[in-house]
């Protein structure tokens, strides 16, 4: 079985990435990182649900099913799940994805996770990324992208006669920028290395919504 490794350094912990060869169709992807926001409880990790299927645009909960282990002795089988470490430790975190209409598709990714704890309780949230801030998901949304991937600029659907704001993320939640939209509606990403970014549109009402798109 093909197997890849990566590594991210973090300035308090280290991730090991292991995958298996992903079939069509189905593929696990996640990560795990430290809430460092400001007025962040003590021992607060993140983590994404961007597992991708079927239905690309959003995390499909009808077709697939998700199973976390925690390195710990523990499993939980949701998509969005939170889990609470009682001792700090370096632990294998899993998901593995498992399609079930039509059946067949199975893919699994582990991080190596080092979960730092003092005092408090060290505990880990998983979101989806396509949800922000209690909106709903971004397949409801009027809003999206062309093309998509794109290579130097890319387009945005959706927009009516009022005022927003754009914020740029890179895949692991990390704030980039704050794009300015150019007079044809697009967005100028040029600079951006390749990969997997997260395009943040806040509107009137402090309602917003969060794009995915591929820099090429």
């Not at 962040?40 to 909960?61: E, R, S, V, W």
């Not at 801030?133 to 006669?161: C, E, M, Q, W």
């Not at 997260?198 to 969060?210: C, H, R, V």
Request: hydrophobic content about 40%; some cysteine; aromatic content about 12%.
């Amino acid at each position: 079985m093909k197997k890849l490794i990566f590594t991210l350094l973090l300035s308090v912990s280290a991730l090991t990435y292991s995958t298996t060869a992903a079939q069509a169709q189905c593929q696990a992807i996640f990560n795990v990182y430290q809430d460092t926001t400001l007025g962040a409880p003590l021992h607060h990790y993140f983590g994404n649900n961007n597992c991708q299927g079927a239905n690309f645009m959003g995390i499909d909960t009808i077709n697939y099913t998700y199973t976390w282990t925690w390195g710990d002795g523990t499993s939980t089988t949701a998509p969005f799940p939170s889990h609470t470490y009682a001792t700090t430790g370096n632990y294998t975190i899993c998901l593995f994805m498992n399609a079930i209409n039509p059946a067949g598709c199975n893919d699994s990714l582990c991080i190596n996770a080092t979960i730092n704890k003092n005092a408090a309780m060290a505990y880990i949230t998983i979101k989806n990324p396509y949800v922000v801030a209690g909106t709903a998901d971004v397949v409801a949304s009027p809003f999206s992208l062309h093309p998509n991937p794109a290579s130097d600029k890319i387009f945005v659907n959706g927009l009516r006669n009022e005022a927003y704001s754009f914020t740029l993320f890179s895949v692991d939640g990390r704030q980039i920028s704050n794009p300015i939209l150019q007079q044809n509606q697009c967005i100028d990403i040029a600079h951006l290395s390749k990969g997997n970014y997260f395009l943040k549109i806040s509107g009137a009402n402090n309602k917003s919504t969060t794009l995915k798109f591929f820099k090429n």
